[in-house]
């Protein structure tokens, strides 16, 4: 750049010089405006970066807030449907299973009860027709000892032994018959409660039956409702992986469009090369090349050198 | 373990921007604010996996970073992606020569630059 104006303004003097007290005086006023646009440079771009780093930090924060719920959500989902059968779901079906195979194994048991009452009630049935066969025992023995008795009548004092036998018979006779009120008694409280255990084992099998079958129903049920619950869950999470897939996307866009802050501020700070660049050219045409020694270097420097944004090559990837 | 990206940028803009777009794909992130930092860096901290290196940057630049930790040997299979707004040939045919594994120009696609980080780490 030339600073013709300046020469122009200045061709008045002789020798077309322009006086050294001017000429730093206007070297002095450029390095001031130098210093006071970089100080207007940094702070803008100080002012923006921070705007931007709490921009991108609100990004984030919906991202990991997202996230952070998505995760919360699925180990939510994991203990209610725990594919490792830790869910609340299975554990249902577990113990529904459990309880109808307990249902299964009562009924068992009382089938097996209500066949020994069955037996039982054979049994007595066998006992209560020897009870009676033995009170033909006692009627004998009665006969007998009365025979015995008008025996020993006969015979007068030679019929001891009669007499003896007679007692005896008839003391058995009474113990029979004793033993046969007692087993009477028994049979015939046995032949009213064994119908009734029996009746009640019937009655507890088949509510036992019916409660496994309803427990085998629950348990289809359970596992129904957790089939379908599955599904739910799985399209629940399908969507919000899909969701979470466009937050993270939105997130990244928004990422690149903040890069604008730093195009601005790359922009920015490479007004100062030129700028040092026109000062040196400054005191060169101004004959004062002494105070470019005395030059703040400039704070940006590109290998590439001062050039436009590439926007036609903004983003592309080259991998080697 | 996530792996360990190191992004070296004096721009804190790009830093975090890079950051948290590796992040958010499941990323751990270290800075460095120059080429120094990141020669620094990556010679105390060996569990870096990668660097996304910006090239125009004060006290030492990313070319001359790329090329010191490729010379280092320990480091060079380090893989380093070049992040700029150069986009001369003749800096990228440098940067291919000195070892780096990617070009990316600024401003860039944070979705391509993740796409490009996984695509490097799994090879």
Redesign the interface.
């Known amino acids: 750049m030339t600073l013709s104006v300046l020469e122009t303004n200045f061709e008045s003097r002789s020798d077309g010089a322009v006086p050294k007290r001017l000429a730093r005086r206007l070297a002095d006023g450029l390095a001031e405006f130098r210093t006071l646009l970089m100080q207007r440079i940094n702070d803008v771009n100080a002012t923006t ?1 921070r705007e ?2 709490l921009a ?2 609100s ?2 924060a919906v ?1 990991d807030g997202a996230t952070a719920h998505v995760r919360r959500v699925k180990e939510m989902v994991s203990s209610i449907d725990g594919h490792d059968g830790g869910g609340v779901a299975a554990a249902v079906a577990r113990q529904s299973e459990v309880l109808r195979r307990f249902f299964e194994s009562v009924s068992r048991d009382i089938a097996r009860q209500e066949s020994a009452s069955d037996r039982a009630q054979q049994s007595l049935q066998r006992i209560t027709k020897a009870a009676s066969d033995t009170a033909h025992l006692a009627s004998a023995a009665r006969l007998l000892a009365l025979n015995a008795r008008i025996e020993a009548a006969r015979v007068g004092g030679h019929g001891n032994c009669f007499s003896t036998i007679a007692g005896e018979m008839q003391h058995l006779a009474e113990q029979i018959t004793q033993a046969n009120e007692f087993i009477d008694s028994v049979a015939a409280r046995m032949s009213k409660d064994l119908p009734e255990v029996a009746l009640s084992a019937r009655a507890l099998r088949a509510s036992s039956e019916e409660l496994s079958k309803d427990l085998s129903l629950a348990t289809a049920e359970v596992e129904r409702e957790t089939d379908g619950m599955r599904d739910v869950i799985r399209r629940m999470m399908e969507q919000s992986d899909h969701e979470m897939s466009y937050l ?2 939105s ?3 928004a ?2 469009h ?6 601005i ?2 922009g920015l700070l490479r007004i100062e090369p030129p700028f040092h660049e026109l000062q040196i050219h400054q005191a060169t045409e101004l004959g004062i090349e002494d105070v470019i020694a005395a030059l703040p270097k400039t ?6 050198g001062d050039k436009p ?2 926007q036609d ?8 | 373990m996530a792996k360990k990206v190191l992004v070296v940028d004096d ?4 830093r ?2 890079v950051g ?2 590796l ?3 499941g990323y751990e992130v270290v800075e460095a604010t120059d080429g120094a930092d990141g020669v620094a860096k990556v010679g105390t901290d060996p569990t870096i996996g990668m660097v996304i290196l910006d ?2 940057m ?1 006290r030492m ?1 990313g ?1 001359e970073m790329l090329e010191t930790v490729k010379a280092g040997g320990k480091n060079a299979d380090l893989p380093i992606i070049m992040l700029t ?4 040939q003749s ?2 045919e440098r940067a ?1 020569k000195a070892g ?17 980080v996984k ?2 780490l799994v090879a």
Request: charge should be positive.
């Open positions: 970066s931007v780093i991108a930090g990004v984030a991202v993270i996307k997130s990244h866009e990422l690149s903040l890069q604008f802050q730093d195009v501020a790359q704070q940006h420097k590109e290998i590439g944004v590439d090559n903004a983003g592309e990837v080259l991998l080697f | 721009s804190p803009t790009v975090q921007q948290l777009a992040k958010q794909a090239v125009n004060p630049n070319l707004s150069e986009g001369q800096l990228i291919k780096a594994k990617g070009w990316i120009v600024k401003p860039f696609k944070a979705e391509l630059l993740v796409a490009a695509k490097l």
